[in-house]
């Protein structure tokens, strides 16, 4: 009786603990999928705004040769 109460208690931690570290396991690969996705985003954000720099001093150059060619 005693025993059989015993192992059931140990059974039952066992239960426990084997969810427990489920759980974080899949917590570890939620954060680390979030900070991929987050790392993804600032290097989308990044060649966002490199592209636009780009596109802009481009701009830029073209209407300031435009203007030199004009005055020459």
Known sequence: ???DSELREIQAAKARL???C???RQ???L???TAWTAARR???YASLGLSLGLQASE???GYLRR???REA
């Open 1 to 3: 009786m005693f025993l």
């Open 59 to 61: 701009f830029i150059l």
């Open 31 to 33: 954060e680390a999928h």
């Open 67 to 69: 203007r030199k060619a």
């Open 27 to 29: 917590v570890v690969r």
């Open 42 to 44: 600032k290097l989308s």
């Open 22 to 24: 489920d759980l974080q």
């Open 18 to 20: 084997s969810t427990r």
